[in-house]
C-alpha cells in the first residue's frame, strides 16, 4: 500500500500582507458568492420551466390532442405572467415580488378568459396568445425601465428621497397653511 504525502507539509496557512506593522494575517475567502450548485440549479428550474411553458404553448396553439396539453398550457398561463411580473418589479423584497407576481398571474389570466367567456367564444389559441402578449410586455418592460431611470434606486429609496425632499422645502411645491397673500 503506497501512501502519497506532499513533501513539504504546511503547518499554518498564512500569508504576509503589507500591514502596517508587517504583521501576518490570515487568509481571507470570500464567502458572499452562492455556491455553484445552487446557482446551477436554479439555472436548470428556470430553464425547464421554460420548456415545458413552451410546450405548452406549441401544443396548445396547434390543437394537438394529448394528455399533456392542459397542464402544460395552465402551467404556461400562470408562470408565464408571473415570471413577468417578477422580472418587472425589480427592487422590491423577493418574498413581496413573488406573491405580487403570483397574485397578479392569476389576474391576468382571469383577465384574459374574461372576454372570451362573456363572448361565448371560448378559443384555447386566442387566450394562449394575449397571454404571450401580456408577458411579452411585462419581460419587455422591465429592461426599458431601467435605462431611462438608470440611477434611480428602488421605489422605496426613491420614496423616502421624496419624503426628504418635502420635509426640507427644496420641492418644487410647498403646502404652507395659514400663508395669505
Known amino acids: 500500500m503506497v ?9 499554518s496557512m498564512r500569508a504576509s500582507h503589507p500591514t502596517p506593522g508587517g504583521v501576518e494575517s ?9 455556491p455553484p ?12 420551466a421554460f ?15 394529448s394528455p399533456l396539453r392542459a397542464p402544460f398550457v395552465l402551467f404556461f398561463l400562470f408562470a408565464g405572467p408571473a415570471c413577468g411580473l417578477f422580472a418587472a418589479l425589480s427592487g422590491f423584497d423577493p418574498a413581496v415580488r413573488a406573491a405580487v407576481a403570483a397574485a397578479g398571474a392569476v389576474g391576468i389570466g382571469l383577465l384574459a378568459a374574461l372576454p372570451a367567456s362573456s363572448l361565448h367564444i371560448l ?8 397571454v404571450a ?5 411585462l419581460f419587455l418592460w422591465a429592461p ?34 395659514g400663508a395669505k397673500k
Open 3 to 11: 501512501v502519497l504525502t506532499p513533501p513539504d507539509v504546511l503547518v
Open 26 to 34: 490570515a487568509m481571507q475567502t470570500i464567502k458572499n458568492k452562492p
Open 37 to 48: 450548485a445552487a446557482s446551477d440549479l436554479l439555472s436548470v428550474a428556470a430553464g425547464a
Open 51 to 65: 420548456a415545458v411553458s413552451g410546450v405548452g404553448v406549441v401544443l396548445a396553439l396547434a390543437d394537438v390532442q
Open 123 to 130: 378559443d384555447v389559441g386566442g387566450g394562449v396568445v394575449a
Open 133 to 137: 402578449v401580456i408577458t411579452a410586455l
Open 144 to 177: 426599458a425601465r431601467r435605462m431611462r431611470n438608470p440611477g434611480s434606486g428602488t421605489p422605496s429609496d426613491q420614496f423616502l428621497k421624496a419624503i426628504k425632499k418635502i420635509r426640507s422645502g427644496s420641492a418644487a411645491f410647498s403646502i404652507r397653511f
